[in-house]
């Protein structure tokens, strides 16, 4: 079945610089991305998404990029701040059934 | 727009009684709602999808009979935690999804502790 891979487990960076999250899938009829941020005991909250047909999205200090030969996509978000720091999930799905599979998630820190 | 809520937020339960978590859609009509299940510092884990008039399809591993799922309106979808056990406790979150629409939204989630 689908499989989504996310490294690395934890993220620790200072404030200001550039965390990257890396996941991969294995089905290679995926055709949708989204990132969710997480804080402990609340909701996953989608921060940005991707689509197939698209290879990079941004979003002020967010941004994303999809890799289908490789079914590599990442997270990547510059200037970091210290209310960036959560638990960070990436996901994959395809158009059939909509499920969303979910990577292993990063703790990302941002020390101040 | 696009709320979603869960009722309640957090219950406590004694082994072997039955607990019913509902999931709202409160300003779209959401035409498949699913189920997830996360436990501490893990990912979340689809337990089913829930369509509205049919039956849920449910994910390997997870059994029908002890989740049962009713997803009986456009808004409306309940999972029914039966004769609940210790190792059931974890944060129950919904999803739902609108009509030709990836996004999911998702609801606040439930604390079950059974004891």
């Known amino acids: 079945g689908e499989n989504v891979e996310q490294h690395p487990s934890t993220l620790s960076v200072q404030e200001g610089d550039s965390a990257v999250i890396k996941c991969t899938y294995s089905?290679?009829?995926?055709?949708?991305f989204p990132w969710y941020k997480q804080e402990l005991g609340k909701r996953p909250q989608l921060i940005i998404d991707?689509?197939?047909?698209?290879g990079e999205k941004k979003d002020q200090r967010i941004a994303v990029t999809l890799n289908k030969t490789a079914k590599h996509f990442s997270l990547h978000i510059t200037e970091t701040q210290p209310e960036d720091s959560a638990v960070y999930f990436c996901?994959?799905?395809?158009?059939?059934?909509?499920?969303?599979?979910f990577g292993t998630g990063t703790l990302l820190a941002v020390q101040p | 727009g696009a709320v979603v809520s869960q009722h309640p937020s957090w219950v406590i339960c004694k082994s072997g009684t039955s607990v019913k978590i509902e999931c709202r859609s409160l300003?779209?009509?959401?035409?498949?709602m699913f189920w997830y299940r996360q436990f501490p510092k893990q990912s979340l884990m689809l337990m089913a999808t829930?369509?509205?008039?049919?039956?849920?399809?449910?994910e390997q591993g997870v059994e029908k009979d002890k989740f049962l799922i009713n997803h009986a309106s456009l808004t409306l979808s309940t999972l029914t935690v039966t004769s609940a056990h210790p190792e059931d406790s974890s944060f129950y979150i919904c999803?739902?999804?609108?009509?030709?629409?990836?996004?999911?939204?998702f609801g606040p989630g439930t604390r079950l502790t059974v004891l």
């Open positions: 999803s739902a999804m609108g009509p030709g629409r990836n996004e999911q939204f």
């Open positions: 089905d290679s009829a995926s055709n949708y």
């Open positions: 991707i689509r197939s047909n698209v």
């Open positions: 996901a994959a799905s395809r158009g059939a059934t909509n499920k969303l599979i």
């Open positions: 300003d779209f009509q959401a035409t498949t």
């Open positions: 829930s369509n509205e008039g049919s039956k849920a399809t449910y």
